[in-house]
């Protein structure tokens, strides 16, 4: 409950109500969908992370059906990214992705060929990545997101994605989250202030327009 008792949507209604649409080109966006969240003996592992890594598996296959731009990212340190990264200093189990850990691997059976893929370093897909430029240069205005976690790199690629002009679509069951809470509130802030949240079918039905 929220002020004086009001729920959730009570307390944003008529405040954020608004709506985007898809435009006229769309992109997909595959955030960090490696093997840190969904292996068991990872201290990232997120429960949820298989059924998420299958959502895109279908979603990958059918933008690629229709000639539509995926862009995969991943994450890795080597020994001189280290010591000033504050990411990296807040967040000490982000070791996982030094280089060469086999949790920063894609999993089996997601194909994310090298020029597909944009290594970063910080939560955003944007942030020193020149993302941004490549999506415009292509013609995109409209950005489908997926990936882990829900909650770090999926919302902070959301956000930089509304802030760089892009149409940010949040497909709620191809991410995940260590745990349900702020998987679904993360989901509902962006629904509410920076994107649409939307399920596969309707990911599926963009892509195939």
Do not use: W
Not at 180 to 197: F, M
Not at 198 to 205: K, R
């Amino acid at each position: 409950m929220g002020s004086g008792g009001q729920t959730f949507e009570e307390s944003y209604a008529g405040v954020y109500d608004g709506r985007l649409e898809p435009g006229d080109k769309a992109a997909l966006l595959v955030v960090d969908l490696v093997v840190a969240y969904s292996d068991e003996s990872s201290p990232l592992y997120c429960e949820t992370a298989g059924a998420a890594i299958e959502v895109n598996r279908r979603l990958i296959a059918a933008a690629r059906k229709a000639g539509v731009p995926v862009v995969f990212t991943n994450v890795a340190y080597g020994p001189g990214d280290k010591a000033g990264n504050v990411f990296y200093r807040k967040a000490p189990v982000l070791r996982v992705f030094d280089d060469g850990s086999p949790l920063g691997a894609f999993p089996d059976g997601i194909d994310a060929p090298p020029g597909d893929t944009i290594t970063k370093q910080y939560p955003s897909a944007f942030f020193g990545t020149g993302l941004a430029d490549r999506l415009r240069a292509n013609g995109v205005d409209t950005l489908l997101i997926t990936g882990f976690s829900t909650s770090g790199c999926v919302r902070a690629s959301a956000l930089d994605a509304l802030q760089e002009g892009f149409i940010p679509f949040v497909v709620r069951d191809a991410c995940a989250d260590r745990h349900p809470e702020p998987h679904e509130a993360n989901l509902r802030d962006l629904q509410a202030k920076y994107a649409e949240v939307i399920d596969s079918d309707a990911a599926l039905a963009i892509l195939a327009r």
